[in-house]
């Protein structure tokens, strides 16, 4: 948590003098899993995106399996910014899926509160190890399951079951390509993060 700017707003893209926590988060999940469109459906800045255009010799380390789309990825990182509340805004960071850029994610995930983790019904499995990988960082993390159009539907409950959550981790699905429901998700981690936070010590 960082004290944000004392100075006016003076143009498009600056914080209002209103915000006092700004929150960095990673929007994190296996290659494919819809990332990059969460963040550019968030971000009210343009975003920072580092995606580059699919060639025959990444396709060789790249499953594509199940995403016939799939024709670029991200090699660096994401980068946009929301606000939530008069006084809380989001850095997100969004990762590249690829296990070829763990080092990468460590590097962007240093400094960060929590984890948005998506997971793509289709191929839950590979979840697992993104999972395992925000665990060990010792993030908070939530859950945003992105529906596909071809996706199988499962209840949340089911879900659950599958990824072997924690009863407090928050678990939401949305459209990675529609506002609202990104935005509950997003909204659903900070308030978890949030409840994981020291509190100030009463000074009475």
């Not at 995606?51 to 025959?56: F, G, L, P, S």
Request: hydrophobic share 40%; aromatic share 6%; with cysteine.
């Amino acid at each position: 948590m960082d004290s944000a700017p004392s100075t006016e707003c003076t143009g498009v893209g600056y914080l209002p003098p209103a915000v006092r926590t700004l929150m960095k988060i990673v929007v994190t999940g296996p290659f494919g899993v819809g990332k990059t469109t969460l963040i550019r459906t968030l971000s009210e800045i343009a975003t920072l995106h580092t995606e580059e255009a699919m060639t025959q010799s990444s396709t060789r380390f790249d499953d594509t399996a199940g995403l016939p789309d799939k024709t670029t990825t991200t090699v660096a990182v994401d980068f946009g910014r929301l606000t939530v509340l008069d006084d809380l805004v989001l850095y997100m960071f969004g990762t590249p899926g690829q296990q070829r850029f763990l080092p990468l994610w460590e590097d962007i995930a240093r400094g960060a509160l929590g984890a948005l983790v998506l997971v793509d019904t289709r191929r839950l499995a590979d979840s697992f190890a993104v999972m395992d990988m925000v665990e060990e960082q010792g993030l908070p993390y939530a859950i945003a399951v992105n529906r596909f159009p071809d996706a199988p539907a499962h209840t949340d409950e089911v879900l659950r079951q599958h990824l072997d959550l924690a009863p407090e981790t928050p678990l939401v699905q949305c459209d990675a390509r529609e506002r609202r429901g990104s935005i509950d998700a997003l909204i659903a981690l900070a308030e978890h993060v949030l409840t994981r936070m020291p509190r100030p010590e009463d000074p009475s």
